[in-house]
């Protein structure tokens, strides 16, 4: 969206592992992925406007958890000197900067991929402010720079997830399909997870078969996979494990399951009104869980 007084608009939806299979591990101590990644309509917002320079402000509710980190490690912030730097945009010589806002309401460090979809979103959200496609092809190798999540963010279209995350290919069409997201209010660091992984290795498991229809139809092709890492991350948040089983037990959940590295969860539902059910449900139960309800992006 640009309003007239040439601010750009742009939301960084959260990331989904609807299923994430661990397959090995390399010999720099990356692992080799097999996911099918989705986007929630549950967002952050990155806004920018021209200025001199490049300024980020962050507010909104979870803006807090990221204050005490400099601002120049900010994605938002390194996204955009990288995308300033491709374009030869030099500031310093009087070309036009940005004042960007990062209005943050994923909760950080939560395996729903808040940073890399904010760091996306500022670069489609500056590509447009200086006049250029958010679909050009020079925003994907800067991506990639930024974070193995950050191109499959540039999109924000369902997505398979391969290799260490580098290799993104096209998922089959979505259903309609409802979710609810809960966090426990703990945050939990990828490479703790990875780190904590024990146990053998997973095969490939992309669909091969009859279109997804029905959210039903999603919730049972996905109930044969899982999220290799829900071990590891209950380890070390056992309020991980209470998530599940709440989502669970909520009316018409059709599966549950640990999103990435954690300690985010979702819920599937068949339609809107029983996922708002299940978060009003839920809010009421766990006034300390982050749970909001919302639908899988097309
Ligand atoms: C696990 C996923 O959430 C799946 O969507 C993402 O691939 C994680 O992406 P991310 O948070 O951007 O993680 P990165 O910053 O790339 O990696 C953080 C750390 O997690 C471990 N890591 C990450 C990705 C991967 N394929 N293998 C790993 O072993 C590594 O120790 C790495 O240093
Ligand atoms: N804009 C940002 N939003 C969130 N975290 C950021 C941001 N910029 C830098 N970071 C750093 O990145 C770390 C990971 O944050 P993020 O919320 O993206 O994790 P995540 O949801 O677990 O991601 P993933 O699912 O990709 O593993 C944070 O602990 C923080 O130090």
Redesign the pocket.
Known sequence: MTVPDQTVVESAPA?LNLYLHVLGRRADGYHELDSLIAFADIH?TVTARPADGLTLTLDGPFAVA?EG?PSD????SRAAVLLAEALDRDMARGGAGAAIT?T?R???????????A??AACLRALARLWGISPADPRLFPLAARL???VPVCLTSTAAYFGGIGDIIDPAPRLPPCAVVLVNPGT????PSVFKARSGGFSTAARFDGAPLATAADLAAALAGRGNDLTAAATALVPGIGDVLDALAGTPGCLLARL???GA?CFGLYGDDAEATTAAAGLTVRHPGWWIRAGRLLA
């Open positions: 990331k952050d990221l980190e490690d900010n994605l938002v990062l943050k994923l909760p950080v460090a939560s395996g729903i991929g808040g940073g890399s904010d760091a974070g193995a999540d945050p939990l660091s990828t999103s990435g590295s985010t």
